[in-house]
């Protein structure tokens, strides 16, 4: 089992920036990739970046280049920092891991709310 806890969530100016966490723990060893959805009001999960073993990290193409995921492997933590936020950046965000047992798993984590006022 994997456990995922973000933190950073909060309210900011549109313009402004702001940094999620997500620290992992338990069986990370055969890793493949952590990363970032989110969810809007009213809208559907959608996938925002993800960074994988390599350190290589995609991203959801109309960010524009915004935010920017990078991962501390000795923390087995991995940051979002959102730069340049928009008010349609509004939703739960929510870290996943997904790890190679007998079969890909993903592990989820609880959510962290963020909200930006226009």
């Known amino acids: 089992q994997v456990q995922l806890v973000e933190s950073g969530g909060g309210l900011v100016q549109a313009g402004g920036s702001l940094r999620l966490s997500c620290a992992a723990s338990?069986?990370?060893?055969?890793?493949?990739?952590m990363g970032w959805y989110r969810q809007a009001p009213g809208k559907d999960r959608e996938w925002v970046a993800l960074i994988n073993r390599d350190d290589r990290s995609t991203y959801l193409d109309s960010l524009e280049g915004r935010f920017i995921l990078s991962r501390d492997g000795a923390k087995n933590t991995v940051y979002l920092q959102m730069n340049s936020v928009k008010p349609e950046d509004t939703a739960v965000y929510y870290c996943?891991?997904?790890?190679?047992?007998?079969?890909?798993?993903?592990?989820w984590g609880q959510g962290t709310q963020v909200s930006v006022s226009s």
């Open positions: 338990g069986r990370l060893f055969n890793l493949i990739d």
């Open positions: 996943y891991a997904r790890v190679s047992m007998l079969q890909i798993d993903t592990f």
